[in-house]
Protein backbone atom coordinates (compact mmCIF):
# COMPACT_ATOMS: atom_id res chain seq x y z
CA UNK A 1 0.00 0.00 0.00
CA UNK A 2 1.39 3.15 -0.68
CA UNK A 3 1.39 6.70 0.66
CA UNK A 4 -1.72 8.34 -1.43
CA UNK A 5 -3.09 5.21 -1.00
CA UNK A 6 -3.05 6.17 2.62
CA UNK A 7 -4.25 9.15 2.72
CA UNK A 8 -7.34 8.50 0.32
CA UNK A 9 -7.75 5.74 2.78
CA UNK A 10 -7.89 8.36 5.74
CA UNK A 11 -10.14 10.91 3.76
CA UNK A 12 -12.49 8.16 3.25
CA UNK A 13 -12.78 6.92 6.83
CA UNK A 14 -13.41 11.20 8.17
CA UNK A 15 -16.29 10.82 5.51
CA UNK A 16 -17.73 7.76 6.97
CA UNK A 17 -19.17 6.87 10.33
CA UNK A 18 -16.55 4.08 10.33
CA UNK A 19 -14.85 4.22 14.05
CA UNK A 20 -12.11 1.62 13.19
CA UNK A 21 -9.99 -0.17 10.46
CA UNK A 22 -7.39 -2.31 9.77
CA UNK A 23 -5.50 -3.29 7.10
CA UNK A 24 -2.97 -6.09 6.87
CA UNK A 25 -1.06 -6.99 3.68
CA UNK A 26 2.23 -8.32 2.96
CA UNK A 27 3.98 -7.89 6.48
CA UNK A 28 2.68 -4.60 6.66
CA UNK A 29 -0.30 -3.54 9.16
CA UNK A 30 -2.30 -0.25 8.94
CA UNK A 31 -5.12 0.33 11.65
CA UNK A 32 -7.10 3.73 11.59
CA UNK A 33 -8.90 4.83 14.60
CA UNK A 34 -11.55 7.84 14.69
CA UNK A 35 -12.71 9.37 17.85
CA UNK A 36 -15.10 11.62 19.18
CA UNK A 37 -13.40 14.09 18.40
CA UNK A 38 -11.57 15.46 15.21
CA UNK A 39 -8.37 13.43 16.02
CA UNK A 40 -6.96 10.26 14.32
CA UNK A 41 -4.03 7.40 15.16
CA UNK A 42 -2.61 5.79 12.44
CA UNK A 43 -0.46 3.27 12.89
CA UNK A 44 2.05 1.71 10.25
CA UNK A 45 4.55 -0.89 11.11
CA UNK A 46 6.11 -4.55 9.33
CA UNK A 47 4.03 -7.24 11.05
CA UNK A 48 7.32 -9.15 11.49
CA UNK A 49 9.60 -6.56 13.13
CA UNK A 50 10.76 -7.11 17.04
CA UNK A 51 11.48 -4.08 17.86
CA UNK A 52 9.51 -0.55 17.74
CA UNK A 53 9.75 3.03 18.62
CA UNK A 54 6.56 5.24 18.62
CA UNK A 55 7.87 8.73 16.69
CA UNK A 56 4.52 11.13 17.75
CA UNK A 57 3.76 14.17 15.23
CA UNK A 58 2.10 17.20 14.99
CA UNK A 59 0.69 19.26 12.24
CA UNK A 60 0.18 22.93 12.14
CA UNK A 61 -3.25 21.75 12.08
CA UNK A 62 -5.17 22.10 15.75
CA UNK A 63 -7.16 19.42 17.10
CA UNK A 64 -5.42 16.91 14.46
CA UNK A 65 -2.36 14.75 15.28
CA UNK A 66 -1.01 11.50 13.86
CA UNK A 67 1.11 8.74 15.77
CA UNK A 68 3.65 6.71 13.20
CA UNK A 69 5.19 3.52 14.56
CA UNK A 70 8.27 2.35 12.66
CA UNK A 71 11.24 0.74 13.65
CA UNK A 72 13.63 2.60 15.27
CA UNK A 73 16.14 5.55 13.15
CA UNK A 74 18.70 7.83 14.48
CA UNK A 75 16.49 11.21 13.58
CA UNK A 76 16.36 14.65 15.75
CA UNK A 77 13.06 16.85 15.32
CA UNK A 78 15.08 19.92 14.48
CA UNK A 79 17.51 20.53 11.89
CA UNK A 80 21.29 19.20 12.62
CA UNK A 81 24.39 19.88 11.46
CA UNK A 82 25.72 17.72 8.49
CA UNK A 83 29.15 17.25 7.30
CA UNK A 84 30.61 20.70 5.24
CA UNK A 85 29.15 22.68 7.91
CA UNK A 86 25.62 22.36 6.09
CA UNK A 87 22.55 22.92 8.14
CA UNK A 88 19.65 20.67 6.96
CA UNK A 89 15.58 22.24 6.80
CA UNK A 90 13.71 18.85 7.39
CA UNK A 91 9.70 17.75 6.92
CA UNK A 92 8.06 18.49 10.49
CA UNK A 93 5.02 16.73 9.32
CA UNK A 94 3.84 13.52 6.57
CA UNK A 95 2.19 15.02 3.34
CA UNK A 96 2.74 16.71 -0.22
CA UNK A 97 5.76 19.31 -1.01
CA UNK A 98 5.41 21.73 -3.07
CA UNK A 99 7.97 24.73 -3.35
CA UNK A 100 5.69 27.65 -4.50
CA UNK A 101 2.04 28.65 -2.96
CA UNK A 102 0.25 27.52 -6.54
CA UNK A 103 1.20 25.99 -9.82
CA UNK A 104 2.78 28.68 -12.29
CA UNK A 105 3.57 30.63 -9.16
CA UNK A 106 7.57 31.55 -8.68
CA UNK A 107 9.45 29.20 -6.32
CA UNK A 108 9.24 30.60 -2.27
CA UNK A 109 12.96 29.30 -2.39
CA UNK A 110 15.34 28.80 -5.02
CA UNK A 111 19.15 27.76 -4.84
CA UNK A 112 21.42 30.60 -3.84
CA UNK A 113 18.80 32.62 -2.08
CA UNK A 114 19.49 33.99 1.12
CA UNK A 115 16.86 32.69 3.77
CA UNK A 116 16.19 34.47 7.20
CA UNK A 117 14.59 32.38 10.43
CA UNK A 118 10.79 32.93 9.71
CA UNK A 119 11.21 32.91 5.97
CA UNK A 120 8.08 29.89 4.30
CA UNK A 121 10.57 27.74 1.96
CA UNK A 122 8.26 25.51 1.02
CA UNK A 123 4.07 24.38 1.72
CA UNK A 124 3.41 20.42 2.53
CA UNK A 125 -0.31 19.70 2.19
CA UNK A 126 -1.53 17.18 4.86
CA UNK A 127 -5.17 16.16 4.48
CA UNK A 128 -6.49 19.13 2.36
CA UNK A 129 -4.66 21.45 4.70
CA UNK A 130 -1.75 23.47 3.50
CA UNK A 131 1.06 24.44 5.73
CA UNK A 132 3.83 26.44 5.53
CA UNK A 133 6.95 25.75 6.80
CA UNK A 134 9.73 28.24 7.60
CA UNK A 135 13.12 28.13 7.90
CA UNK A 136 14.33 28.00 11.44
CA UNK A 137 18.34 29.26 10.43
CA UNK A 138 19.91 32.03 8.40
CA UNK A 139 21.90 31.65 5.56
CA UNK A 140 21.90 30.48 1.49
CA UNK A 141 19.94 27.57 0.42
CA UNK A 142 22.47 25.13 -1.49
CA UNK A 143 20.26 22.67 -2.30
CA UNK A 144 16.78 21.25 -2.78
CA UNK A 145 16.30 17.83 -1.78
CA UNK A 146 12.57 17.26 -2.77
CA UNK A 147 10.89 17.25 -5.76
CA UNK A 148 7.72 19.91 -6.08
CA UNK A 149 4.86 17.93 -5.72
CA UNK A 150 6.74 14.89 -4.14
CA UNK A 151 4.80 12.75 -1.24
CA UNK A 152 7.45 13.54 1.90
CA UNK A 153 7.53 11.88 5.26
CA UNK A 154 7.83 12.82 8.88
CA UNK A 155 11.89 14.19 9.48
CA UNK A 156 12.81 14.00 5.60
CA UNK A 157 15.69 16.30 4.65
CA UNK A 158 14.08 19.16 2.37
CA UNK A 159 17.04 21.59 1.76
CA UNK A 160 20.57 22.70 2.58
CA UNK A 161 21.14 25.67 3.75
CA UNK A 162 25.19 27.31 4.31
CA UNK A 163 24.79 29.06 7.68
CA UNK A 164 25.20 32.96 7.79
Known amino acids: MDFK????????INKSNIGEVTIEEKGFKLTIKQKEEPAQNVIAAPVHTPMMTAMPQQTAVAQTAAHVTAPAADKTKTADAVADNLI??????IGTFYRSSAPGKPAFVEIGDDVTAGKVVCIIEAMKLFNEIESEVKGRIVKVLVEDA????????????EPA
Open 5 to 12: QIQELIKM
Open 88 to 93: TIKSPM
Open 150 to 161: SPVEYDQPLFLV
